[in-house]
């Protein structure tokens, strides 16, 4: 191993620069703070990297993290062998998540800070409230939608909680599938509205509404219309002068000092050098997945299972999201278009809150969304081959819609991320080990709702339905959502962070990403990830920084639910 | 090593016009045009090999210089570093699941018909390839629902693929991907099917390729959502 010059110390290290990891260095770098942000993958050029090209974005790994260099293994429980699958596996580069996704910008609601209060000890999961509320959060959601750029239609949700501010932009044009979808829902009752969403409709701060290919999810925009970090807070936090981005410099270790501190980390450069740096503070934004398991490969003296983890609940409670939907095809002879838009239609909150009568708790954001471009549209159980195929495609490719949610998925301890013994990544470092096994509510949740999806459609005069449950409870990590492996709570025996996303156990480590939820949430969840963020990277600023040191009192009066 | 950002254009997009072969050997050329020709077929519109199919596949197969397209479609990615270490690694991989799968094709071929794939009729060659799948020729699409479906990714990784499902899936990309790669020759894929594309994947980058059309181009939001003529807001 070659080694580099050890560079200066600086105030603050931030290793990962997707959706909370920019979030923070804005927020720091305007306050006057030294950043140093560290991100495994590339710094790519949106108007000179991204196009339109499927095969490139959808079946080639660009912008994907590639199984063959990020391998994750994946086993239901103890007694299986984890096998390598590639699941929940983000973009791992410089803007991370929001360089390749749709942009569902929906808040959260207050119900989802307050689970354990709310439905008390669920048989087999770990509910737990947050330390914070929705109260604590909503400046900063606020905060994040009018810096970041979303667009909404103000008044349109009737379930929507308090907002102190109105949308920045209004929503993208409906498109011929919308519209199917908002009049099956006026028929059966239920109050549809556009999802918030991470993109803009008129200018904004600079940039232009003009992208209208519809090569939307998944890959790269090079107009600057979606609101992705990599294109607003990376340039932001760099406009500052105090932000040092590094890419393609991969962390393999926190390291901890002899006062049990963190010291800085050591990683690993683009041309295979091995380098320390050293920081005041150490943030990390890496993702649910990757940060609890650069926590696990971080042993210490101190620490001999795994940085900031005397709890031991360092990767516990993994929650994931599983995409769960069903496809409508419609014979109408007006084609529907299922390509066009910005891949959401619509949405609705109506089934959000818990309804005992379900037979479960919690419930889900369901949306109406793309099918997709012509190589993968979603057609589950397309016939693959021969005359039959050619013709599904011919007469379904038009007249195809999707409504869909992301599973409200319960905290269960045993599942987790840890460190696979036998497989090992492109740099010989032990992949993630995902064990999940979904708990019976999600089972439950998942069917109730996917139900419910197929009556829209069937509102909507679908031809044939075709639902994807959550079979025998396997969930594929067909979504980048990651929460629950580093939670944060008021008991240092059950949480390993604190309200600030601070570690109990070393008080100049942060954890900012999605791994800090207790719970799933209903909604996805990128929003609440970098408004959390920015609420943590605002109290760093504004207290830690100064020497100083603050409590969020737990008894404080909030909005009821 | 160069880093990802700076991976120099090489090459040029695939001509339409080429017959060259890159990977494949004139035999092998013609055993996976026929067999693509198979699960895309030629009826009143075409098919798998009038896209040219196989040509895609050969590129593909060829080494790492055509794997990304750049983004405008003026040649191709020249890769380094870890990623093209996993490219290299995998289109090996693939270059050794088409071989035997030839081999197997004409194998099956051979016991059953006493000729090569490719000299078979249709049919002929659709029992080969239900033998090589492991089950029957699918068929058309009904109203009754099916057994429970399959889950989707965002994303569609070639590894651990058996030759069947990589023709499959390799057949689809040649038909509907971008002309760039060697497929979808006169987009003749997206006509099939009525999807616009873009002229080009410059014209994706720039503005000029835009499917705004398809969208609703008149309407009123209070007009969608009931609750909005409640609430009054909404006023585009």
């Given amino acids: ?561 | 090593m160069t880093s990802m950002a700076e991976w120099p254009v090489v090459l040029a997009p695939v001509d339409p016009d080429a017959t060259d072969r890159l990977f494949f050997t004139d035999h092998e050329w013609d055993t996976v045009e026929a067999a693509t020709a198979r699960i895309i077929p030629t009826d009143h519109d075409p098919g798998a090999r009038e896209a040219c199919a196989v040509r895609f596949i050969d590129r593909f197969l060829s080494g790492t210089d055509h794997v990304y397209a750049a983004a405008d479609g003026s040649g191709f990615l020249r890769m380094s570093g870890k990623l093209a270490d996993a490219w290299r690694a995998r289109i090996a991989d693939l270059q050794e699941t088409y071989r035997r799968g030839v081999r197997e094709l004409d194998a099956i071929a051979g016991q059953s018909f006493g000729a090569d794939f490719v000299s078979l009729t249709d049919e002929q060659q659709d029992f080969v390839l239900e033998r090589i799948s492991g089950a029957p020729k699918p068929v058309p699409v009904v109203r009754e629902a099916d057994a429970a479906a399959p889950t989707i990714q965002v994303y569609a990784f070639d590894d651990g693929l058996s030759f069947f499902d990589a023709l499959v899936a390799h057949t689809r990309q040649g038909f509907y991907g971008d002309p760039v790669y060697g497929g979808n020759r006169g987009r003749v894929g997206w006509d099939v099917i009525g999807f616009p594309g873009p002229a080009s994947l410059k014209d994706t980058m720039d503005g000029t390729y835009s499917v705004r059309d398809y969208y609703l181009q008149e309407y009123d939001w209070a007009e969608l959502i009931p609750h909005l003529r409640q609430t009054g807001d909404g006023a585009a």
Wanted: glycine share 10%; net charge negative.
């Fill in chain 1, 1 to 561: 191993m070659e080694y580099a010059r050890k560079p200066d110390p600086v105030d603050v290290l931030i290793v990962g620069m997707g959706a909370s990891g920019a979030t923070a260095a804005k927020v720091l770098c305007e306050a006057g703070l030294t950043v140093v942000g560290l991100e495994r993958g590339p710094w790519l050029r949106p108007r000179e990297h991204f196009s339109g090209d499927e095969i490139k974005f959808l079946n080639r790994t660009y912008l994907w993290s590639d199984p063959r260099v990020n391998p994750r293994t994946v086993r239901m429980d103890d007694s299986e062998t984890a096998v390598p699958t590639p699941f929940s596996m983000v973009p791992q580069m410089v803007g991370g998540g929001t360089v390749h996704w749709a942009g569902w910008l929906p808040r959260p609601r207050p119900s989802d800070f307050r689970m354990r209060t709310l439905h008390g000890d669920i048989e087999g999961a770990s509910l737990a409230d947050w330390p914070i509320t929705y109260d604590d959060l909503e400046p900063y959601l606020s905060k994040v939608e009018w810096a970041f750029g979303c667009a909404g239609l103000d008044g349109a949700d009737a379930h929507e909680p308090h907002r102190s501010t109105r949308y920045p932009t209004p929503p993208a044009p409906p498109t011929r599938a919308a519209k199917r979808f908002y009049e099956a829902c006026e028929k059966l009752g239920i109050n549809a509205m556009p999802i918030p969403q991470a993109l803009i409709t008129r200018p904004f701060r600079g940039r232009t509404p003009s992208n209208w290919t519809s090569f939307w999810n998944g890959y790269g925009d090079p107009s600057g219309m979606r609101s992705s970090t990599l294109d607003t807070f990376v340039p932001e936090a760099l406009a500052t002068g105090n932000l040092d981005l590094r890419s393609e410099c991969y962390v393999r270790e926190v390291t901890v000092g002899p006062d049990g501190r963190a010291r800085g980390v050591v990683y690993i450069d683009a041309d295979g050098r091995e380098v320390e740096q050293e920081a005041k503070l150490v943030l990390l934004c890496l993702g649910a997945v990757e940060s609890a398991r650069l926590m696990l490969m971080s042993k210490s003296r101190q620490f001999p299972d795994g940085l900031a983890n005397t709890s031991g609940q360092v990767g516990r409670n993994a929650t994931f999201h599983e995409y769960l939907f069903a496809v409508g095809l419609f014979d109408d002879e007006q084609p529907l278009y299922g390509f066009p838009g910005n891949y959401i239609s619509g949405g609705s909150f109506q089934f959000y809150e818990t309804d005992y009568d379900r037979g479960h708790i919690g419930g889900a954001l369901i949306g109406a969304s793309h099918v997709g471009q012509p190589v993968n549209w979603n057609f589950p159980g397309r016939p693959a081959w021969g005359g039959a195929a050619k013709d599904a495609d011919r007469d379904f490719y038009n007249h195809a819609m999707k409504i869909g949610h992301t599973l409200h998925d319960m905290p269960v301890e045993t599942n987790r991320v840890d460190l696979d013994p036998e497989v090992k990544d492109a740099w010989g470092l032990p992949a993630a080990r995902i064990t999940h096994k979904a708990h019976p509510n999600d089972i439950a949740l998942a069917k109730w709702q996917v139900d419910k999806n197929v009556e829209i459609l069937e509102a909507a005069g679908a031809w044939k339905t075709i639902p994807v449950y959550l079979e025998r409870g396997r969930a594929s990590g067909n979504t980048c959502h990651q929460h629950g492996t580093v939670r944060m709570g008021t008991d240092p025996a059950k949480s390993v962070l604190n309200e600030w996303c601070q570690a109990h156990d070393v008080d100049n480590l942060y954890v900012l990403d999605g791994a800090s939820f207790p719970t799933a949430t209903g909604v996805n969840p990128t929003l609440t990830i970098m408004a959390n963020a920015w609420r943590c990277a605002d109290y760093i600023a504004r207290v830690h920084a100064k020497g100083r040191e603050e409590r969020l009192p737990q008894d404080r009066p909030t909005t009821a639910i």
